[in-house]
């Protein structure tokens, strides 16, 4: 499907039902910088040092941080993997067309409120091994990004997906605070947690983190032959052992937890999008999320 295509189908399907769904109350899933004092509340983890009121602190014996009223007026940055693992799915619908679909639908809200956007793509092919999209407006400036998303090829050659650089970079660009997704399917080792980390304190930080339901719970298939998209490694697999199963989903739910941990402590708010879930339904119960941590707050 083609970007224009898609962008179209999206606005009749998923835009349309979120309008209604939020009335028009995008608060819950973007937030700015805010330049105007609105309040002051006792300090909470992961709020950023910065917003401390030392003197209401040094009064009440007790850290106290400031609250501003939202700035509407940000950039919005995607940072986007596409390294090989983003072309694994199935017949209907892979990583990288979820991420499409994603990219598409944020942006849209975004820039309905005035905000611009850019991108920074993770892209083993290219020679640096990013590609920079300046931040701007405009449904033609949309529709090059999804482009570049539907044709950026992942890379022939074997690789190791390297997000801690990729998020170096991205903390090293982003000087303004801004509002980012990082729209990756976590897959490899942890030393990307205090990069991220980084961007969490400076940036309202939101990881969307894609993945399809196999890579979850194995399939009782029998003899598969399974290829790392990315190393080209292959291994082939009895999917029959019951046991293999079981120590194939002990091993998935530490890595879960793991990745949980390391977004909790880098402060960031983590939205799962899986390859079989209705996206319209994934942002609903991401803002609700949203919701009552600004109730809690």
């Known amino acids: 499907m083609s970007a224009e295509a898609l962008l179209q189908q999206l606005e009749w399907t998923v835009l ?13 899933l973007f937030r700015g910088s805010g330049l105007e004092l609105a309040d002051l509340r006792e300090y909470q983890a992961h ?5 401390i009121d030392w003197n ?5 014996q007790t850290p106290f941080v ?5 700035d509407r007026e940000i950039s ?11 072309d694994f799915g199935s017949s209907s619908q892979t990583k990288r067309q979820v991420m499409m679909s994603f990219v598409g639908v944020m942006a849209k809200l975004l820039m309905k409120r005035g905000n611009r956007i850019g991108a920074l793509l993770l892209s083993p092919s290219e020679p640096t091994g990013y590609k920079y999209i300046p931040a701007r407006m405009g449904r033609r400036h949309l529709l090059h990004v999804l482009h570049l998303l539907e044709t950026t090829p992942a890379s022939a050659q074997p690789h190791q997906t390297q997000l801690s650089n990729w998020l170096t970079r991205a903390n090293g660009m982003l000087k303004r605070r801004s509002c980012v997704f990082v729209v ?10 205090s990069e991220m980390s980084a961007l969490g304190r400076r940036h309202d930080t939101i990881a969307a983190r894609l993945y399809h339901p196999a890579e979850m719970k194995l399939p009782n298939a ?17 999917t029959a052992d019951a046991k293999f199963r079981a120590r194939y989903e002990s091993l998935v739910e530490a890595r879960e937890q793991q990745l949980a941990t ?8 983590a939205l799962e999008l899986s390859t079989d879930e209705d996206l319209a339904g994934a942002l609903m119960r991401f803002s609700e999320l949203r919701k009552r941590r600004v109730w809690r707050a």
């Open 16 to 28: 349309r039902r979120l309008d209604g769904l939020l009335q028009g109350d995008h608060k819950t």
């Open 47 to 51: 709020d950023d040092v910065r917003h």
């Open 56 to 60: 209401v602190t040094a009064r009440m």
């Open 66 to 70: 400031r609250e501003h009223q939202e």
């Open 76 to 86: 919005a940055w995607f940072l986007l993997d596409l390294s090989g693992s983003m």
């Open 184 to 193: 990756s399917d976590f897959m490899g080792t942890f030393d990307w947690a």
């Open 222 to 238: 029998g003899l598969m032959l399974l290829q790392d998209s990315e190393t080209s490694e292959q291994i082939l697999l009895d």
């Open 262 to 269: 390391s977004f909790a402590q880098a402060g960031v708010d």
